[in-house]
């Protein structure tokens, strides 16, 4: 194997096109194209995150071979997204990847999107320290709710996982019930960091490892419902205090099942994973624990925890490595499991 390895990643699961260039455990570039399109429906119109997917991916490639100062020739294999994910969105990525792998005669590799955003903790520049095996992740996005005992890159258990929403998808309703446009996580934690935590929401009782969303989403819409009959101006006057509640909740029932984990598995090194790991509340709370609790915990850069083709990259590099190469023939797959 050659000392320098170079690796172009293609990830087009959802709505964000992203091209990045790996060499060995560096990322040397990393395009995100996020599709503004979607903000204007209040969620991702998966017809039109493909057609959007379609018009990026050459740009998008282009710019991430352009910043890394490479040429397509140099490349050793090409990475994309298998799945989880929307069929049309990976078949854009899938078919172009293909396509470039096959035309430039090198290795073709297929990432699956959830054991990426948790392998994102390997890439040089993620954190100050990277895991060592067996380490807990909570990965937390839009789409994927998950407590995973990663036992090596490619040995992943899922503990748990939500029953119902995803708490991505707890925060967007959330958002959308205050009249914030999609995606509304970032924008409710925003507002939750000057407010207080004055309203209760009560939290679900799951059974184990488990997560449930959909009744505190439920409950928070028939709290903001029956306080706006009261008085119209209510979310106005009160918005920072209600994503405060909200985000406090949700950190709550986050932080418990963590600590579940870590007293019946007895690991104490947690990382997190996905888009819900940008939140600054979870990220608190967690850097309070390795303080007060003795745990280690690895908290990704922010770029690296919403969807991004540098985690597929990382993913890419350690299946190159072991030779777990794919034939042309591998298709996109919309519900592939961490674990698969
Ligand atoms: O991992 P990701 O980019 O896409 C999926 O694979 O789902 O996650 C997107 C989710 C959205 O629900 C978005 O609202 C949420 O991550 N998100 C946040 C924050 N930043 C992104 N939620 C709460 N706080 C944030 N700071
Ligand atoms: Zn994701």
Redesign the pocket.
């Known amino acids: 194997m050659p000392d320098n390895i170079y690796i172009l990643a293609i990830e087009s699961?959802?709505d964000?096109t992203s091209a990045s260039v790996i060499c060995n455990e560096e990322i040397l570039s990393n395009i995100v194209a996020n599709q503004e399109i979607h903000s204007q429906y209040g969620g991702v119109v998966p017809e039109l995150a493909s057609r959007a997917h379609q018009q990026n991916i050459v740009p998008v490639v282009d710019a991430a071979l352009k910043k890394a100062k490479i040429t397509k020739e140099q490349l050793h294999a090409v990475a994309f997204t298998q799945g989880p994910?929307l069929m049309g969105s990976l078949l854009v990525g899938a078919s172009f990847a293909k396509s470039m792998a096959l035309a430039l005669n090198i290795p073709l590799l297929a990432i699956n999107?959830m054991q990426a955003?948790i392998l994102a903790h390997f890439i040089d520049d993620a954190n100050d320290e990277k895991p060592t095996f067996p380490f807990l992740c909570l990965t937390?996005?839009?789409?994927?709710t998950q407590i995973v005992q990663v036992n090596d890159y490619f040995n992943m258990a899922v503990l748990g996982e939500t029953i119902d929403d995803?708490?991505?998808?707890a925060?967007?309703k959330t958002?959308k019930i205050l009249g914030l446009p999609?995606?509304?996580?970032?924008l409710?934690?925003?507002y939750a960091q000057t407010g207080k935590p004055v309203y209760k929401f009560s939290k679900p009782k799951v059974k184990e490892h488990h997560f449930s969303f959909s009744g505190l989403k439920t409950g928070i819409l028939y709290f903001v419902q029956k306080e706006v009959k009261q008085n119209p101006d209510f979310i106005e006057e009160n918005l920072h205090d209600i994503c405060a509640s909200v985000?406090n909740t949700i950190a709550e029932i986050l932080m418990d099942k963590i600590k579940r984990a870590i007293k019946e598995t007895g690991i104490r090194q947690i990382a997190i994973a996905?888009?819900?790991s940008?939140?600054?509340e979870?990220r608190k709370r967690l850097t309070e624990s390795q303080k007060h609790l003795g745990w280690k915990t690895y908290i990704p850069k922010f770029e690296y925890?919403?969807?991004?083709a540098a985690m597929i990259a990382i993913t890419a590099y350690q299946k190159y490595k072991l030779g777990m190469f794919d034939a042309q023939n591998t298709t996109a797959n919309p519900r592939l499991k961490v674990n698969s």
Request: glycine share 22%.
């Open positions: 699961s959802c964000d994910g999107h955003h937390i996005s839009g789409g994927h995803a708490v991505g998808e925060y967007d958002a999609y995606p509304g996580g970032p409710v934690d925003k985000q996905g888009g819900v940008a939140n600054s979870i925890t919403t969807d991004n």
